[in-house]
């Protein structure tokens, strides 16, 4: 009886390691997001979770590990070091790489430690999100400057999509939104999911066949871009004309295909016009602050990447220009008085196919981020402010 006690006592503590273990280091289906009242979504303190690529991404899977402040990455430093917390969507979070690889933790290389720098970034987020995330935490996290990384691809669609804000005679004025039922379900479901046994979740997870791969689009060029139209008149429609508050999704953008290739038409304009006085509020909350505010704007690889599976067909589109969507957020960011690096013409004469995930993938892999986090960290060490922390 003895004997079976102790066996039983060994196998115990056996799942118990096991159990922790894999919490740690191999957190599948751990969620690291979680809805918020004001800001609609934000990332979980002390959470953490497995990103699987599929394999035309390289099949890598990185560990995602949220730390007890709510960014990604080690735990904040209580060095004295200047801080630059670096704000924005996927980009800045990426998910798609290991912390070692990803634009923040570069960056802060290419300075050689002398600054600590934070990732503040979030999936799914829109200049709208990222305004009032800072806004709520900038007095607790005292940075020394903020660098806010703008995605052309759809950053100006979030504003729309996210309801945050909207304008009435040219005045920026806070909504209220609503979740859809089915977002809500989609979020507690998830966080249910992730509470399970991690032992049971590594189980399913390896009964999977892993990630499905997405097949080729036929006729991509002539078949999203027209939907993607459709897609932002009736964004357009239901939140602006219609002054609609329903939020339908949180982490599903598209291209802003509207700003692309109908700059004139009144939802590009509205896009424009909101953008600039989000950005605004935004620099007027730094200056506030006393924080330098700079921003940088990422392409998009509809833009730039000749392979990428979608694309604008000039014969429909013949006043496209590639360059549009980034000069329409540096636009704004000017406008409002925010110092601006654009980086498509960097991507544009260095191979841009190499710099993106590829496929239908929007994000820069380590190739992009390592080129980016370069210019980018030689640029804040040439402005007043970085010459403030770099001294």
Not at 77 to 90: F, H, I, L, T
Not at 189 to 195: D, I, M, T, V
Not at 308 to 327: A, G, K
């Amino acid at each position: 009886m003895r004997r079976l006690y102790l066996i039983l006592i060994s196998s115990l503590v056996a799942l118990f390691v096991a159990e922790m273990s894999l919490r740690r280091w191999f957190p599948v289906g751990g969620m690291i997001y979680a809805l918020h009242p004001q800001l609609l979504h934000t990332t979980r303190p002390n959470s953490r979770r497995i990103q699987p690529m599929p394999e035309s991404a390289g099949g890598a899977r990185s560990l995602i590990v949220i730390n007890s402040a709510g960014y990604r990455g080690p735990e904040l430093e209580q060095s004295g070091k200047p801080r630059v917390a670096v704000y924005g969507d996927s980009l800045v979070m990426g998910e798609n790489v290991a912390w070692t690889d990803s634009f923040v933790a570069r960056l802060g290389g290419e300075w050689g430690g002398v600054a600590e720098v934070v990732n503040a970034g979030a999936s799914g987020y829109g200049p709208d999100q990222t305004c009032l995330r800072i806004e709520a935490e900038l007095e607790l996290l005292q940075p020394d400057l903020i660098l806010l990384v703008l995605c052309a691809t759809n950053d100006m669609g979030d504003l729309l999509r996210n309801k945050l804000f909207r304008l009435e005679q040219g005045r920026l004025v806070r909504g209220q939104p609503v979740l859809h039922e089915s977002v809500r379900a989609e979020f507690e479901e998830a966080l249910e999911a992730s509470s399970r046994l991690a032992l049971l979740r590594a189980l399913d997870h390896a009964r999977d066949d892993g990630i499905e791969e997405q097949a080729a689009i036929p006729g991509a060029a002539s078949g999203l871009i027209p939907e993607y139209l459709e897609q932002a008149a009736w964004e357009f429609r239901e939140g602006v004309q219609e002054g609609g508050e329903t939020v339908f999704s949180l982490l599903k953008d598209v291209y802003d295909a509207d700003l692309a290739v109908h700059p004139d038409s009144a939802m590009a304009q509205y896009k424009r016009d909101l953008m600039a006085a989000v950005l605004s509020r935004l620099a007027r909350v730094c200056a506030a602050g006393g924080v330098p505010l700079v921003c940088v704007v990422v392409p998009s690889p509809v833009d730039l990447d000749p392979d990428f599976r979608i694309r604008v067909d000039r014969s429909l589109f013949p006043s496209y220009e590639p360059q549009r969507l980034t000069s329409a957020c540096a636009d704004a960011a000017r406008a409002a008085g925010i110092e601006v690096l654009d980086l498509f013409e960097l991507f544009a004469t260095n191979n841009p196919g190499q710099m993106f995930v590829g496929a239908e993938d929007i994000h820069w892999n380590e190739r992009g981020m390592a080129l980016a986090a370069k210019e980018v960290g030689r640029w804040v060490r040439g402005l007043e402010a970085g010459a403030l922390i770099f001294r």
